[in-house]
């Protein structure tokens, strides 16, 4: 049997709040046999909760938090104000040992702003981006960073291609996992000086790493590359545009299923086939964001997610601690210390 | 009978080149009587194509020219070693006066490189920008700028607002088009300075536009506003990244539909539904990215589209001229002019 891993909850993150929490807990538990939980939030739910999980119960420690980070409050106000939140003291467990990892549906910017205090940043790490997996044509790809840096430069984004690297090697399993550079097309207009220099830098240094330069948004989908690296401004809009558009479609093609009765039958004899296209397509299967480049595990659920969706969350975090992703980024930065030519100091300060 | 038009067409743009122009403006004849064409490119295939189309020919006077604009020149390159190309004439035609708008399928870069030099920018402009329409949930929208600037300040943010909003009113004749600025979710990190000034500066200034503040990714797709606004980086990943979302559904309902016999059998009695559905999302529907903020109507179709989609580039040539849109935008900034507040003296400086 693996060893044990020990996640901490913020069971009051999420629009569903403690039951999508533990329920997605159960279902994770049944899928990692290795799990325990440390809970923390209003104990009075949870607690009513767990007595419906019997086998839940007993890997889990409730912590009962009185303050609860609300969607709406700035992080900088949630820093000062919400020290005591399930939020914050599930985030202090992994750093001082009790869990091996974190997982919250709640308030994006607070649990960046609470992670970056409390974790830190790696060695050689400037800032941690949050990186996900998205559905492409061949696969799967990562992309990073989807919103927690808004300016990168270049050493920053070399960082990213780093860790981003590490992370799909680790947790998708590619073998030699390509990475490309987000940037637009028109020849003449290709990029500002930022990303310039750092698909030079990419390119010149002897890093460990499959780059394919600059690719397109198209490409994301298309999965022409394994890890697609960009600012958080744009990998923002990247991520919630491909979700909308997959919206827009999913409704498009359930309008035509509803137009008269022949479309209605077909709809029932492809039905099947559907559900495998809504279950390969299903957002839930690509919930849970992760902060690389800190000090421990954190990963951000949804917060519109099901139970499903959370649970899903939980194996993320689950494989970042399987994997030893943490220390095996530390190891490709040890690396490019050793390598260091010219350009890589300014790589790594 | 509407007022005669004429469209300089680059014959040799566009991966089909001049038979895919020829067909194209072909359809478009039929559909806008009042159009006459300017063809520029190699006389000798152009005029095989034109004999087969006996409408088409006594409307349509050809240029020959030697010189063509390869598709992976760089603009600087175009701009000095092919002003004798098709593109470069079928420009000066609209500066001029012997064309009212010119269509090309070519290089992007030196399409607006050329258009730059030759027809400058509107009165109060400091940038073009490219601008193409979507399909949402709730019908169409327009974004912009979608590739042309990489880097934009708030003034030109603003002028964008502007201008995008005389394009959907005029274009897509939505009565009070409501603006949004493209940023990103997250509270605390709620886009950069430029954008937040922009903002500012649509709040504040008594524009004659319904700005509704922020959106996001999603809400392109989703329909929230008419008219999104954003830089030319952020812009053209969007659209390429919804682009190729959009690409990837249609391929993942097409394997599911080859998924067995049943699926098959469903497909075949769903098809009118299906088929209905295709042509609401046909990328051919929404060809025709316009520069706008010129001071001449310029319009860029998709290098590989086919000659129902070069058609319906021509039709949004057709609009900006009928509509009058360049006029309109002219007037909306005297209007800005006149009713100057100590910001917006930055504004239209």
């Known amino acids: 049997m693996s060893k044990e891993i020990v996640l901490a909850l913020d069971a009051m993150g999420g629009d569903k709040g403690p039951s999508m929490v533990i329920r997605g807990a159960n279902i994770a538990r049944v899928r990692h046999p290795n799990l325990k939980f440390q809970l923390y939030g209003d104990q009075e739910p949870i607690n009513n909760l767990l007595r419906r999980y019997k086998r839940l119960k007993p890997v889990s420690i409730v912590h009962h938090t009185e303050e609860h980070v609300e969607n709406d409050l700035k992080a900088s106000q949630a820093l000062r104000q919400r020290k005591k939140s399930g939020m914050s003291l599930a985030i202090s467990a992994v750093r001082d040992g009790g869990a091996d990892g974190v997982v919250s549906a709640g308030n994006t910017g607070a649990l960046m702003a609470f992670s970056k205090l409390s974790l830190r940043t790696l060695p050689g790490i400037n800032r941690p981006a949050m990186v996900s997996v998205f559905p492409t044509e061949r696969g799967e790809c990562v992309m990073l960073d989807l919103g927690a840096n808004i300016d990168c430069d270049s050493s920053t984004l070399v960082q990213f291609a780093l860790m981003g690297e590490v992370f799909a090697r680790n947790v998708l399993g590619i073998r030699e996992p390509t990475v490309g550079l987000l940037n637009i097309g028109s020849e003449e207009l290709k990029g500002n000086e930022t ?35 960009t600012d958080g401004f744009v ?10 558009v997959a919206k827009l479609y999913i409704e498009y093609m359930r309008s035509a299923f509803r137009r008269g009765l022949l479309s209605r039958a077909g709809f029932l004899l492809a039905r099947p086939a559907l559900r495998a296209l809504r279950d390969r397509v299903d957002p839930r299967a690509y919930n849970g964001g992760t902060f690389l480049g800190l000090n421990g595990v954190a990963v951000k659920s949804h917060g519109g997610t099901d139970h499903k969706g959370f649970a899903n969350a939980l194996s993320v975090a689950v494989d970042m601690i399987e994997h030893d992703v943490n220390p095996k980024i530390i190891n490709e930065l040890k690396r490019l210390h050793l390598e260091e030519t010219p350009e890589m100091t300014k790589v790594v300060v």
């Open 195 to 229: 990303i310039r220099q750092a698909a030079s830098m990419l390119r010149k240094a002897d890093l460990p790493i499959k780059f394919k330069g600059f690719v397109e948004g198209n490409d994301i989908p298309a999965g022409t590359v394994d890890v697609v690296v």
């Open 235 to 244: 990998g923002n809009v990247a991520l919630k545009t491909a979700e909308g």
